[in-house]
Every structure is written in C-alpha cells, then in structure tokens.
C-alpha cells in the first residue's frame, strides 16, 4: 500500500505503462531505448525527463521492448507488490537479453538506492542501477555498462531539479501534462521511504517552470499540474532578482500564462497550505478549484505516530478555511487504515473525520509497513491483516456513499468541462474533468467540439465516479 505517499496519488491504469513514441522519432536515432514506469506521478514525470536525455544522446524511444538496445524500469519503493512486479518483469527481460546479448537492462527509481546489491550482484539481474537524482549520468553509465561493467549512481543530490531539462512528453493526450516543481521531501512522516529514497526539497527554477508551462500551452496543452511531494513549500531564491518566490506566487505566475490554460496542483501538505495559496486560488479562474489533502488518519494520537505535525482539530479546521475561502473546492485525501496501535476508536475518529471533510474522493490503503521509515524502526506493525482490511473497507464503503451523496448534488448545476478525449465507454462520448477534479462524460452530438476544447456541461445524472450531463448554451 501507501501509494498515497509519494507525490502522490497512484493512477493504477498507468501502472507498467511503456512510454509508446512517435513512430517518426524512432528512427532519427541510432539506438532504441524501451521505458516502463510504476509508482507515482512524479516518477511518470521523471520518465519523460530520462527520455529527453537519452534523445540527447542518439537514444530513441520503442513501445517494444523486444527491439530495444536499452530497457529501462522506472520503478516505486512504496508498496510491496510494486517490488515483485519489477522483479518478475526483469526476470521476463532478462531471457530476452539471452537471445539479444547486447541489450543493456536498467533499473530506475525510489527502489535503486535500496535494492542496488540485490539487483546487480546477488540476482544478477541488471546491468545498471540508476537513483532519481543520477538521470543526467545515464549517458555515461551507458557507455560503462556496454564495456561489460556493472553501472551504478544512486547518489541522492541537494540541487537537482533537472530544471534545464525539457521533458519529452510521456502521455499521449495532448491537452493535460504534468510539470515537477520541486523534488525530495524534508518532512519525515514516519511512515513513508520517500525522504530517503528521493532525499531533500529542493524547488525548481521558477523562471524554467514557467518556461515549460508557457511552452505545454503553446503546443496546444490546456492544463497543467505543478507537481511535488508537498507543493505548498515550494521556495526559491531568484539570485539576479534578490528576492524569494514561494508556491503561491509560483501559482500566481503560471496561471497569467493564459487564462485558458488550467492550472492543477499536487500534493499538499495540510500543514503547508497557507491563507496565501488560497487567496491566489480564489482570485483565478483558470486555477481549478480541487485540493488534494492528505489527511492519512482522524486520530489525533495516531497522527503524532505518523509526525505528521498537526491535529485532528487543526486539520479540521484547516478544511474550515479552504471551503469559506474556495466555497465550490473539491477535496480528495489519502487514508491509511491500520497504523500501527490504531484502535477501534481511532478507526472511528478517520470515520467521522471523512464525513466532517465530505471527500468527494479518496486514496484509501491499509497499512504495510516499507523497509528503512521511521515506522519501521520505531513501531510494531500489531494490527492483525483481517483488522486492518475490514476497517478498510469500512472507509471505502463511506468513502463510496460520500462521492455518489457530493456527485448527486451536482445534478442540475453546469460546469465548464475540459474535453481530454473520448469516454472510455463510448467513442459517441466525450470525457473530461470540471475544475473540481470530478469526471464529466457527456454525448458529442453535433456541437463540433475537439479534444481540447472547454465545453459547458449540465449535469443530469450521476455514478459515484461520473458526472453524467449534457453541452448547454
Ligand atoms: S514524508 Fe510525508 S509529506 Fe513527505 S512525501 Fe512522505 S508522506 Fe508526503
């Protein structure tokens, strides 16, 4: 579990996904490189950096990895079935390379630094090791590993953002992309690797992200989402100004790019979220009006346990300020179900949270516990696992009754809709999201919209996932 540490939320369909490139780019190149990734948005982020520098140096990209010169798995420490899943897909590569000797294997991401041994030398099942913050020695890690050495920098870095780097982008819809402002973490929530696995914040020249921003909007993108572990501390030293920018004039900067281009953000730290952030939120309305906030437990006791630094009242009431400032916010959470020592009343007290934040949507894992946190080190994992799944459930049968209960009251309203594509459904549909981060699937009819194109929306039904609405004047 615990997907919902890092920055953050998982998409379980992207799980695994291979970057697929134009079929034209493949072949400018002299060598072919195949890439996979697992885990968060921002190691999906970090694959289309990887592929920017491996196009810089002769690399193309392949869907398949059976052509490949170079096979790389972008992976995540988070959860433990995300380690077996990388393991068997080396075992799977590694026959292939039986056939193709040549072929370099690769692996990538929050699980290098801590698996590097057991990959490299005691399974032997890679040729390079390479950590989130060693993407630029790729090239040259290359050039060590087809001379038949073991390749490996898993060093962590106190400066890089890779903010010169223009990322490749990895999705293929042409209208949503993702932008890292920052990396690393410094909070030391006790239950998560990511501090150790991508080591200190560090924020990224704002001068690049709005760069790259203005850049996606020019290429015909209409939303971005600033990415991080915990946006909200975003903070950097403009040198040649003399002055500092912290996340809410970051925002601020990106969202006068043009106010057709959406702007997302992901994720918050509650703690971190300040009266500024929501006052430029409140001001823009091409800053969409969703607060992803983990709030992980309603047990003010379990949250000291977790260090996540504020209390079951203070979260409240930080909630309190977001809906008198933002009133139409939609707000989504992460909850861990089974910390260690949770109670029956504390399961309680995340139940009654949840229904005092009315969620429109939540990550809901239970817990297990990850291999060097403070956790780890600290606490006994004592929940037995049919506890922890049975509270869980609990929280996924609220959390379901609360999203149909928020989606219904959507019934009659009309919402400006940024089509991404067709609905999964039906190609006779179109699908896309309102400001508020909620689905919206409608029928095309003859209005001659595009992907891309913001349409007006009237709801008229509902699922518990969907809206379900048709295009008004
Ligand atoms: S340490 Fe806490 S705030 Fe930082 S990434 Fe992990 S869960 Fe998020």
Redesign the pocket.
Known sequence: MLES????VHDEGRQGEAYQPAVAAAREFRKRFYIESYGCQMNFADSEIVAAILNDNGFGATGNYAEADLILLNTCSIREKAEQTVRNRLHLFRQVKESRPGMLIGVLGCMAERLKSKFLEEEKLVDMVVGPDAYRTLPGLVAEAETGQKAVNVLLSREETYADISPVRLDSNGVTAFVSIMRG?N???S??V??FTRGRERSRDAHSIIRECADLFEKGYKEVTLLG??VDSYYWLDEAADHTVTFAQLLERVALIDPSLRVRFS?S?PKDITDDVLLVMARYDNICRYIHL?VQSGSTRILQLMNRTYTREWYQAKVDRILAMIPDCGLSTDIIAGFCTETEEDHQDTLSLMRYARYDMSYMFFYSERPGTLAARRYTDDIPEEVKKRRLDEIVKLQNRLSLEKNKEDIGRTFIVLIEGDSKKSAADWRGRNSQNKVVVFPKGVSGLRKGDYARVKIEDCTGATLIGRVTE
């Open positions: 540490l890092s920055s953050k973490c909070n030391m929530c239950f998560c990511v501090p572990q915990n994720t730290h983990p």
